[in-house]
Every structure is written in C-alpha cells, then in structure tokens.
C-alpha cells in the first residue's frame, strides 16, 4: 500500500520532508503541493520531479480523493484551519509544531478527531524518534536508575535571526523539551517558573538570553531546563536525568575522536538539521508503517500537540510574571489514552 501525500507548505522543512519520502524512506508518495506563494509550490515540483497536482489552496487540496494524508509544513498560524478541515474529511495528517498556536485551537483538533472516532493525526516532535532519547526512555522504565527525581537539560542553538524574540526561546525552542521530557519519565507538568541570569552580549535587545526554566511535575520531579541561543560553539542538546539509584544521560551525538596538536578532541555540530535527520526520517517512516499496519498513525497525538501549547502557555506567562505559574491540564480523553500505554 502506498500512502498519497498532499503537502500544504512547500518552505524549508516542507521540502525536506518532500524529499524524504520521495528520496529515501518506503511507502509513500507526493501527488499534491500546494503554498501562499504558488511559485513556491511549482519550484519544489520541478526541483523533485514530483508527478503531483498543484492545488491554489489547501481546501481544494484537501478535497482532492487521491488524498490520504496531509502534510501540514506551513506557517504555524495557518495549521489549525487546514488540520481542522483535513480531519473533518477523514483524511490523515502529518503536522509539523506547532499543532496550533493556541490550547483553545488544539482542542478544536482534539474534538474534531474524537468525532471521526479513530486517531488521525501525529504531531511533528521529532525528538522522539531520536535513539539516544528512544534509549534513555527504555533505561528509565526499565527502573536501571530507580524512579526519576530531576532532570538537567540543555538547549543550545549557536546563533538566532533578529526577529527571534523572548518568547521564541519556549515556542520555537523550548518546545522540543517540553514535548519530549514528560514523554521521556511518563508524567505531567505542574508548574513553571522561569529565572533569567545575566544578559549575554551576544543578544541583541529584544531578546533575553539565556533562560532558565524550572517546571515541576504532578509526580514531584524537578526539572531544570537551559534554553541558550547564542551560545556560539554549536548546536548542543544535553540531558541528563538523576535517579534513586544512578544517572542516565543522552548519548553525545557520534563524532570521531581526534588526537592532534597535543589535543584530544571530538566535534560538536552547529546546525539542528544535521543533529536529528535520522530521528526525522524515522518518524515520517514511522507514520506511514503504523498506519499501514493498524490504521493509525502510533506517534506523538493530538493530544501531544495540546499539552504542548498549554505548557508554551504557561512558561510565556511565567517569562512576564517571574512567578511559578500553573501548567493546568484538562483531563486526558480516554480516546488518547492508549498511546501511553503504546510508547511505555
Ligand atoms: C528551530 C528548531 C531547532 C531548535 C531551534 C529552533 O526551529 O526547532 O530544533 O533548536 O531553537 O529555532
């Protein structure tokens, strides 16, 4: 079975994924392409020697029955209308984050799945897929460090545009942690309380960098989380959780070790493209095999995708109020329940 792709998006990471599932990964196909900017949409065509329709928008895009899954790669405001409209018609989605922009928009996603009685959507958190994440997770259930009690993690990025402001650090950047820290020890956020240390010179003024996140759990765990975007030595993610009984951190990314000029020394990349192609490969491939195998996608859910937005929420207000804000969950469906059990 080969599942149709219609692709609402042809920026960046639309193109990467267009590229990924014409290119290198098995069971899928792009037959239609559609963006705001349609010289957009017909470069990516000929540049991919795509035998797909180009469509004005996504609703006609939507429309179109040779259709299974869209794949949602536009500007983030925009997800919520096209997610909405492609579920109501039964098809799948693929949505890159965010799912929507606001907790109200992806509760309106949450709702229209729940009314076409089966899961539709997977939300585009990579990290997920990642082995070094995928194999802390199993250390962690497998109790090798007794129960969890804090996490130290790192987000650094080498450099940042001028239009990346504050609250990019937690909507662009944090995000990812958010995502994938509550997935990785299986619990729920409480509350957040953001610290910002001194200013460094690299920043310029509309932007507080570093930031300091601290975000408790229902199940009392700490977590303290670096966002740091101008660090200027590379791209570098860095996790590590304290146990009862042991320490487990994510695996550096594999480089070669190096001895040279009374050095020993090994890499540090600088670009996040290159740190989680394979985790994204995987995932896209992941999608399709599930639903080839159950008729479900089995990744991050729409429910995913509404925590993320109500913990970005949260962590936005604590940037301005300096206070521990809560993080207040509405109580997970049954409906999206069995996706815990699915990545224990
Ligand atoms: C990017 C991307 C990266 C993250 C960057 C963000 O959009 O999501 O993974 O490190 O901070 O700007």
Same mark, same amino acid.
């Given at each position: 079975m080969i599942l149709r792709f219609g692709v609402v998006g042809t920026g960046a990471i639309g193109r990467e994924h267009i590229n990924r599932i014409t290119n290198k990964l098995s069971g899928g196909k792009i037959v239609a392409v559609?963006?705001? $900017?349609?010289?957009?949409?017909?470069?990516?065509?000929?540049?991919?020697?795509?035998?797909?329709?180009?469509?004005?928008?996504?609703k006609a895009l939507i429309a179109d029955e040779n259709?299974?899954?869209?794949?949602?790669?536009s500007w983030g405001p925009a997800h919520e209308e096209t997610v909405v409209a492609a579920v109501e018609a039964g098809k799948y989605v693929f949505c890159e984050k965010p799912l929507a922009t606001t907790?109200?928009?992806?509760?309106?996603?949450?709702?229209?799945?729940?009314?076409?009685?089966?899961?539709l959507v997977?939300?585009?958190?990579?990290?997920?897929?990642?082995?070094?994440?995928?194999?802390l997770k199993q250390v962690?259930? $497998? @109790?090798e460090i007794g129960e969890p009690l804090m996490i130290?993690?790192?987000?650094? $990025?080498?450099?940042?545009?001028? @239009?990346y402001v504050t609250e990019t650090a937690v909507q662009d950047t944090l995000i990812h942690e958010i995502?994938?820290?509550?997935w990785l020890v299986n619990d729920d956020y409480k509350t957040v309380q953001v610290t910002f240390p001194r200013k460094t010179k690299n920043a310029h003024g509309k932007l507080q960098d570093p930031q300091l996140f601290t975000i408790e759990t229902i199940g009392g765990i700490v977590m303290n989380v670096e966002v740091f975007v101008n660090c200027k030595y590379g791209y570098d993610i860095q996790c590590e959780v304290v146990g009862e009984d042991g320490i487990a951190k994510l695996p550096e990314f594999p480089s070669?070790?190096?001895?040279?000029?009374?050095?020993l020394s090994t890499n540090i990349l600088n670009d996040w493209k290159y740190r989680f192609m394979d985790a994204y490969n995987v995932e896209i491939q992941d999608f399709i095999d599930s639903i080839a195998k159950s008729g479900e996608p089995e990744g991050p859910t729409s429910w995913d995708g509404y925590i993320a937005a109500v913990t970005s929420d949260a962590c936005v207000k604590a940037q301005q109020t300096g206070e521990k804000e809560p993080i207040s969950l509405q109580e997970r469906p049954a409906f999206y329940s069995e996706h815990i059990l699915q990545n224990n």
């Open positions: 559609t963006d705001v $900017n349609q010289d957009s949409a017909k470069q990516t065509v000929e540049t991919y020697q795509l035998d797909a329709v180009i469509y004005p928008d996504d259709v299974d899954v869209v794949l949602v790669t907790a109200a928009g992806c509760m309106r996603i949450v709702e229209a799945e729940m009314k076409q009685g089966k899961k997977q939300v585009g958190f990579m990290r997920r897929y990642d082995t070094g994440y995928a194999q962690i259930a $497998n @109790n130290h993690a790192a987000h650094r $990025n080498p450099t940042v545009g001028e @239009n995502d994938v820290l509550h070669v070790v190096m001895r040279k000029s009374e050095q």
